[in-house]
């Protein structure tokens, strides 16, 4: 099964909307972080928010919002007024316990996102 | 600070060839990992490393061997290359293994194997 689920492999949105990326999650853990990046077309990875499992409030970060359900297991990512910069790929991740001593982000498929003028 | 590199940025094997992908990062952080990147499968966990002489299996370690000799290197071999090893590689390291630890990622690989 799926641990990061992204149903969206692309998004249109017009410059200036809002857009909403979603992601679900799968976990036992109790203590689990969740995080989203963006890969432009250049290919690196761009860190672009973070919320940890225990926070209450939904983090920001400039026009970035993570809206977290935490009893829903999703963590959708809030794009406030699209720029034409902000066409890439987008991906959620979760970082969890892996093997046995460790941790590691494991990621979604990505949705491609596309903003037109 | 460099952060996290990667070399080298492309290479071309033939099948059967041998090669290692060096990651060296300079933020003295414990946890380092290697990732591949293929079309409509995100990031996929190869080996991960929580500290120097340390590693592990991720999702995907079937061909790749993996050594952590220096905290600041981490370094993925390929005994014999395969076409289905044709992806974007990309290292990444973290200061540790809380869940609130951002993972930085190197510029990645692009290996084909013919």
């Known amino acids: 099964a799926q641990k990061i689920t992204q149903t969206q492999p692309g998004m249109f949105v017009q410059e200036k909307e809002a857009v909403t990326l979603d992601c679900t999650y799968d976990t036992s853990d109790q203590s689990y972080g969740l995080f989203w990046y963006k890969q432009p077309s250049s290919g690196e990875m761009i860190f672009l928010i973070y919320?940890?499992?225990?926070?209450?409030q939904n983090a920001t970060e400039g026009r970035y919002s993570l809206n977290f359900q935490k009893a829903r297991k999703s963590a959708n990512l809030v794009i406030s007024a699209s720029q034409l910069g902000d066409s890439a790929m987008y991906f959620c991740a979760m970082r969890e316990r892996w093997g046995q001593a460790g941790t590691a982000l494991i990621f979604g498929k990505g949705t491609t996102l596309s903003v037109s003028s | 600070n460099a952060g996290v590199t990667q070399t080298p940025k492309f290479r071309v094997l033939k099948t059967g060839q041998s090669m290692t992908l060096l990651c060296a990062q300079d933020m003295n952080h414990e946890y380092m990992y290697w990732y591949r990147q293929d079309p409509g499968m995100g990031l996929r966990l190869i080996h991960y490393s929580v500290g120097e002489g340390t590693t592990a299996k991720g999702e995907v370690p079937d061909g790749y061997n993996v050594s952590r000799l220096k905290k600041q290197n981490f370094l993925l071999g390929l005994e014999s290359a395969a076409p289905s090893q044709t992806s974007v590689y990309f290292c990444?390291?973290?200061?540790?293994?809380?869940?609130?630890?951002?993972?930085?990622f190197g510029p990645g690989t692009r290996l084909t194997v013919l």
């Open positions: 919320q940890g499992s225990y926070d209450e």
């Open positions: 990444a390291s973290s200061y540790g293994g809380r869940a609130s630890y951002e993972q930085f």
